[in-house]
């Protein structure tokens, strides 16, 4: 089975207009992720989820739990999942996004494209019948 994907098109501010292409990670990827974030969690104080919580418990507490984990640490995991992504230059094929060739110039952008990247993997959860 293919991995998922999903386009997205910047609806608002510098980069309106750009697309993107957000591809889940490989399932071992993003249990190491998963890993690190729950490690970071811990680490944190941060009280961590019921392993069968799964990546939607991790994914939940690591977002209101951000501001508890070391900068040195979190920055990492978030961009990480830029790791995900791929611009779709006008007419051309997608290629990894680079954010030293200023394939995004709003902040804001890589805000969206980092959610994007996390719901992808979660995406699954959405229909099942599970309280956060």
Not at 53 to 64: N, R
């Amino acid at each position: 089975m293919a991995l998922k994907s999903k386009e997205i098109t910047i609806e608002k501010g510098r980069d309106a207009g750009t697309k993107f292409l957000v591809t889940e990670m490989p399932v071992a990827k993003a249990d190491r992720w998963a890993m690190k974030a729950l490690i970071a969690l811990a680490n944190a104080g941060v009280e961590v989820p019921d392993p069968k919580a799964g990546m939607l418990g991790i994914t939940s507490m690591l977002l209101s739990s951000l501001q508890n984990i070391a900068e040195d640490r979190a920055i990492p995991l978030l961009d990480e999942l830029l790791e995900c992504v791929n611009v779709v230059p006008q007419g051309g094929q997608p290629r990894q996004l680079d954010l030293t060739m200023n394939d995004v110039q709003d902040f804001t952008t890589l805000w969206k494209l980092r959610k994007e990247a996390l719901m992808l993997h979660i995406d699954f959860l959405q229909s099942a019948d599970i309280q956060i």
